[in-house]
């Protein structure tokens, strides 16, 4: 918290060939979501990050840690998609970089790159309108 988002630049789950990094991210306020197909509790946020990407005007980036990216695009395509882009951290050493040991994890990013917020876990009706959201807010203001 309150340190620059690690660098990285990873391939797009939906397009390989193209890639991202928080570089690329600058000037945006961005949710982080990582998550994996083989994780239960990533299911069971899952409905709420679809809500949050409903809701729109939210930059939400998925992180797709440890897992075979074909499982993790039939996922998506069974669960439905709530993310602007998913990158593909097959090796986990993003997530690592992020200090993530357990799925989910959220982060939120601010417009100068740096780290605002770190939910561990699978994200709540609760953290997400009193925590998530408010912040996302002011620092998007």
């Not at 390989?16 to 991210?25: F, G, K």
């Not at 990582?34 to 990407?53: K, P, Y």
């Amino acid at each position: 918290i309150s340190k620059p988002a690690p660098p990285f630049t990873l391939a797009r789950l939906d397009a390989p060939a193209q890639t991202l990094s928080p570089q690329d991210l600058r000037g945006q306020v961005w949710l982080l979501n990582v998550w994996a197909s083989w994780c239960t509790a990533c299911l069971q946020e899952h409905g709420l990050m679809l809500e949050l990407a409903r809701e729109g005007g939210h930059v939400l980036v998925g992180l797709n840690y440890k897992d075979q990216p074909d499982d993790a695009r039939r996922w998506l395509s069974r669960h439905g998609d709530p993310y602007r882009v998913s990158l593909s951290d097959l090796d986990g050493r993003v997530g690592i970089d992020y200090g993530v040991y357990g799925l989910p994890e959220t982060f939120i990013v601010d417009k100068q790159g740096v780290i605002r917020h770190k939910h561990i876990g699978a994200l709540t009706r609760d953290a997400l309108r009193h925590r998530i959201l408010p912040l996302m807010r002011k620092l998007d203001g």
